[in-house]
């Protein structure tokens, strides 16, 4: 990767299985902490935060009031006071967020040439997570950085 990632705090929502796991665990190749998000699957949750902690970084897993060094956050993406939990949990245990991944979502597969093969509810149902997951960066407090990590 072209900047320094070592040391970054990372949120992956829908970080246990497909591509959030793969963005978790190259974060976790490039020396970033990782928390992982999961909606359903605590298994492959776990699963992936061992992948990533394989690594010697911190990777984090709540689930309720769970003093583990192991973190595993259970989020609806639809809902924002539950992304502002997260951002919150992940600032805890991680002591800074730097970056959000909004990976949440949920697929139909079909013909792209298809423009009728997904319902308007269809529609609405794999888009919808997006916004309110990318909005949870507004819960992130302020944070000082060294110049290293300010790229303008």
């Not at 010697?56 to 924002?80: M, R």
Request: charged letters at 25%; hydrophobic letters at 35%.
């Amino acid at each position: 990767m072209p900047y320094d990632l070592k040391g970054r705090r990372v949120l992956v929502c829908a970080g246990s299985r497909g591509l959030g796991a793969l963005i978790c665990e190259k974060f976790a190749a490039e020396g970033c902490h990782v928390m992982v998000n999961y909606h359903s699957r605590e298994d492959r949750a776990r699963e992936v935060v061992e992948k990533v902690r394989a690594c010697g970084v911190q990777a984090f897993a709540i689930h309720g009031q769970s003093h583990s060094p192991l973190s595993i956050v259970i989020q609806d993406a639809e809902l924002p006071e539950d992304n502002d939990r997260l951002v919150r949990e992940t600032v805890e245990k991680l002591g800074g967020l730097d970056i959000i991944i909004a990976n949440a979502g949920w697929t139909k597969f079909s013909d792209w040439k298809d423009l009728h093969a997904l319902s308007h509810d269809e529609w609405n149902k794999v888009n919808r997570p997006s916004s309110p997951s990318t909005l949870s960066c507004r819960a992130v407090p302020p944070t000082p950085y060294p110049t290293r990590y300010v790229d303008c």
